[in-house]
């Protein structure tokens, strides 16, 4: 599955954005989709994720509370909704899709596909 992602820019804090990724292929709506985001320095580390039929998603300790995902399979594009950003939560946010019916876990090592970069920029 091929993944493209949108949306990143700049916004002041408390502020939100909306990334999106649209995912395209053989079967690509049978795929789990989420994000992950890696800042400077740090770590890739996981933010969100959704299976396919949107029956089961999983949030990190950082998002939950202000950030949703959801996903429009007509479409074939995962959508993370982040509210009330803070400095952070700066980074590059990745797209990825796995092979999981339900989300047991989501970490960079079990991931199927990447799409490129998108950069969030959280100014204080």
């Known amino acids: 599955v091929q993944l493209q992602a949108s949306g990143g820019g700049l916004v002041q804090a408390g502020g939100s954005l909306r990334l999106s990724c649209t995912a395209s292929?053989?079967?690509?709506?049978?795929?789990?989709l989420g994000w992950f985001r890696q800042a400077p320095g740090k770590e890739r580390e996981s933010v969100a994720a959704i299976n396919r039929d949107s029956t089961s998603t999983y949030y990190s300790d950082s998002a939950k509370g202000r950030f949703t995902i959801s996903r429009d399979n007509a479409k074939n594009t995962v959508y993370l909704q982040m509210n009330s950003l803070k400095v952070e939560d700066t980074a590059v946010y990745y797209c990825a899709a796995d092979t999981q019916v339900l989300i047991r876990v989501w970490a960079p090592k079990i991931i199927s596909s990447w799409g490129q970069g998108t950069q969030v920029t959280v100014s204080s």
């Open positions: 292929g053989s079967a690509s709506s049978r795929y789990a």
